[in-house]
């Protein structure tokens, strides 16, 4: 089955307790690329990538890192979450190295940083 | 800037009652104009791309249109499973992707 996924699902962390979230695709897709989604504020792009070993800054990337040294995978970094990175947090791929094309989300992790 | 801008915020439909979703933008370079859907705790999946303006395309009750500066989503005759948040997005020619804060669409039965 074509399909993102995310883990974890679900987190509960400290402030300043360095996490990973990870991403996969398996549907050889070029572009990835991380949102967060919080109330009011709707889908805001953090990092994308379109191609591997390319990536590039959304417009929240402030706290956040990405890495892409293969194709199917999108990780993404807190080094230091803060409070305010509390967020649901979506991964998507895309055919293609632009955004010409549609995504394909991931379920979402949901994030609490205490 | 570029930017999006979804209208209205909210809306309640009487099953069968047709309507219309705005999304209004702004954009250097547009590569593609897209709408999503979204239910509650899930990702968005997505319903259409438009590239230019004049551009149509019709999924079962909903048909998407584009014109240089707006793009609207019709809902002919909903029914209570329409119910979910719609989003509008833009691709720009940096190839960043912007999101609207959506239209949240409750049918009723």
């Known amino acids: 089955e074509a399909q993102v996924t995310q883990n974890p699902r679900y987190l509960i962390t400290v402030t300043g307790k360095k996490l990973t979230v990870t991403c996969s695709q398996n549907?050889?897709?070029?572009?990835m690329s991380w949102y967060r989604q919080d109330p009011g504020l709707g889908l805001r792009q953090i990092y994308y990538?379109?191609?591997?070993?390319?990536?590039d800054k959304g417009d929240v990337p402030e706290g956040y890192k990405v890495s892409r040294k293969e194709k199917r995978n999108f990780p993404l970094i807190l080094e230091s979450p803060s409070p305010n990175q509390t967020s649901l947090y979506f991964c998507?791929?895309?055919?293609?190295?632009?955004?010409?094309?549609?995504?394909?989300f991931g379920p979402g992790t949901r994030l609490t940083v205490l | 800037e570029d930017q999006v801008t979804q209208s209205p915020e909210a809306l309640r439909l009487q099953e069968g009652e047709s309507s219309s979703l705005n999304c209004s933008y702004t954009?250097?370079?547009?590569?593609?104009l897209f709408w999503y859907r979204q239910d509650p705790g899930k990702g968005p999946e997505f319903l259409f791309t438009?590239?230019?303006a004049g551009e149509e395309k019709e999924k079962e009750r909903l048909k998407a249109t584009l014109t240089k500066k707006e793009s609207f989503l019709h809902i002919t005759a909903p029914k209570p499973e329409d119910s979910a948040t719609y989003l509008c997005?833009?691709?720009?020619?940096?190839?960043?992707?912007?999101f609207g804060k959506g239209t949240r669409l409750h049918i009723l039965p």
């Open positions: 438009l590239y230019s």
């Open positions: 998507a791929s895309s055919p293609g190295t632009s955004s010409y094309n549609e995504q394909f």
């Open positions: 997005a833009f691709g720009n020619r940096d190839d960043k992707i912007i």
């Open positions: 954009v250097s370079g547009l590569r593609g």
């Open positions: 549907m050889n897709h070029e572009y």
């Open positions: 990538s379109m191609n591997v070993e390319v990536t």
